[in-house]
């Protein structure tokens, strides 16, 4: 079946702009995961979302990042007011249940460029 | 807390040769350990975990990684490198407790030379 999609695939935006980038997990799998790896780094864990209840936020940087899940599907993941510091590639994953996160599926990522 | 460390940035070795990716991980409780491969311009690819039982995990491409528990390591190896191998390789450890995410380590850039 289709793996993990992201949108759009690359983000070029101006300092101080808003942006959304997408996540469609597996079908079937109730949890999803949000990643940014930045350059030379290490992927740094943001969110998580498992199921209905409320999500996982402790690893967001700053107030002006946020995500939604809705329908326990698709998630966005917002960045306001975007800084330089926020260029990264987004990765999203997904995994069966919460139960089962040690068997994450990653997708494609979203390279955001702050200029 | 959970933490991994990749204390190598580049691992260089010749085709044909073993290859080894060194990975040291701390977590309160036992872990679950990961090794993931990133190709350029693409996402994440599961090689193997350890969850439990044996300390040597077989994974895909040939590749295997060993658990040490005493030395906290979580080694990557592959008897025979092939220059495709050569891509971005991130460890991975969550503590089997509550935590649900994966921290990951820093990577190492391997690259095989033919």
């Known amino acids: 079946g289709a793996g993990v999609s992201q949108s759009p695939s690359n983000k070029v935006t101006e300092k101080g702009k808003d942006v959304e980038l997408r996540c469609d997990p597996i079908s079937g799998h109730t949890a999803l995961y949000w990643y940014r790896q930045s350059l030379g780094q290490g992927l740094e864990f943001l969110i998580y979302f498992q199921g209905n209840s409320a999500p996982d936020k402790s690893g967001l940087p700053s107030d002006r990042f946020s995500a939604e899940r809705t329908g326990g599907s698709v998630s966005t993941l917002t960045i306001q007011r975007t800084q330089q510091e926020d260029s990264a590639v987004y990765l999203c994953?997904?995994?069966?249940?919460?139960?089962?996160?040690?068997?994450?599926?990653f997708g494609p990522g979203t390279r955001l460029t702050v200029t | 807390a959970q933490s991994v460390a990749q204390p190598e940035d580049q691992v260089n070795v010749a085709e044909g040769n073993p290859l080894t990716v060194k990975c040291t991980y701390s977590v309160s409780g036992n872990p679950y350990l990961f090794w993931y491969v990133q190709y350029p311009n693409r996402g994440l690819q599961f090689l193997l975990k350890?969850?439990?039982?044996?300390?040597l995990v077989k994974g895909s491409y040939g590749f295997e990684a060993e658990f040490n528990k005493s030395q906290t390591s979580f080694h990557l190896k592959k008897p025979s490198a092939l220059v495709s191998d050569s891509a971005l390789y991130f460890c991975a450890v969550r503590d089997s407790g509550s935590a649900r995410q994966l921290t990951f380590g820093s990577g190492t850039q391997l690259t095989v030379l033919p």
């Open positions: 994953a997904s995994s069966l249940s919460p139960e089962r996160s040690y068997e994450q599926y």
């Open positions: 350890y969850i439990t039982g044996d300390n």
